[in-house]
C-alpha cells in the first residue's frame, strides 16, 4: 500500500468542511472519508506509481514531492491529498508553494494575477479557490459575458433587459466570504446577493430581477431596498441617510449557512444581517444588472474572518 497510516481528509480550500453543491463542473467539491478515498484510489494511485517510484512515494522528501505536485491538476491534487498524511501535509501546509504557485499561473489569466483584481486574496491557493468560485459562462444571462479575467461579467447594451449570473458553486453550509464591486454605472437597478439554481438569470424590463421570486434575495445598491418574494423588505443598512454605493467600492457579503443569515460590509464595516431564515439549500452568489456595457466583478475570499 502507498500508505501505512489511514488517509486525513482532503484539503478544503473554504478552510472548513467542503461544499456539496457545485455548478460548472470545476468546483471544489471532495467526497470525504472512506467512500472518497476510494473514488480517489485509481487517479491517485496511477499518480503515485509514475511519481513517486512504484508504491514507495510516501517517503520522499516533502521538497521533492512538492516539484512532482506542482506538475498535477487540481483533480489530481484532491485525490493525492487522501493518500497519506505525508502527502496531505506538503499539499495542505503552505498556501504558496510551488505547487500552488504553478496551478495558479495555468489556471489564471495574466491579467488576474497582474491586476488588483484578487489584491485581498493573499494566497495563490487561494486565487485558484476563488478562480473555481467566479462567475459561470454557463450559467449567466445571454446578454452578458464573462471576461478573459475570470471574473468580470459584461452585460451587452440590450434594451428592456434585466440580466444576471450565478457562480459556479453554490453552498449549502459553512461561513463564507466574497467581494463584488461594480466598474460601470449602476443604472436604475443593480442588485446583489445569493440565488438558488431555480432562479432566473434574465427577464423582460429594468426590474430588480435578485428578489423577485422567492428563490432569491438581493440588495438593490440603487435604492438601498432588500427584496425577497417580489416584495421590499425595507432599506439597508437601518441607518439614517445611509450613504448610496460609489462606483468601484467593494462590498463583502457573508453568507452563514449555520445561522441561516446574510450580511454585508463596505470598507470593512460591518452594515448588518440583511436577511435571516435562509433555506437549507444550496445557494449561489448572484448578481443582476441594466445598464448597457456595465461590468461586475465578484471575487470569493473564502471563510470570513469573526471581528
Known sequence: PLSRSPPPPPPSPEGGRP?????????????????????????SSSVAAAA??????????????ELVFSYLELRELRSCALVCKLWHRVLHGDENSEVWRSLAARCLAEEALRTDILCNVPTYKGKVRAFHHAFSTNDCSRNVYIKKNGFTLHRNPIAQSTDGARTKIGFSE???????????????????????KRAAMQCQGYVALLGSDD??????????????????????PQCNNAPKYQIGERIRVILDMEDKTLAFERGYEFLGVAFRGLPKVCLYPAVSAVYGNTEVTLVYLGKPLDG
Not at 19 to 43: D, E, H, K, N, T
Not at 176 to 190: C, I, K, R, S
Open 19 to 43: 461544499s456539496r453543491c457545485a455548478a460548472g463542473g470545476g468546483g471544489w467539491v471532495m467526497a470525504a472519508g472512506p467512500g472518497g478515498a476510494a473514488a480517489a484510489s485509481s487517479s
Open 52 to 65: 513517486a517510484g512504484g508504491g514507495a512515494g510516501w517517503r520522499l522528501p516533502g521538497r521533492v514531492l
Open 215 to 236: 428563490q432569491s434575495w438581493g440588495w438593490n445598491l440603487v435604492d438601498n431596498n432588500l427584496l425577497h418574494n417580489g416584495e421590499v423588505n425595507g432599506s439597508f
Open 174 to 196: 459553512g461561513r463564507h466570504a466574497w467581494e463584488v464591486w461594480w466598474e460601470g454605472p449602476l443604472g436604475t437597478v443593480a442588485v446583489i446577493g445569493i440565488a438558488t
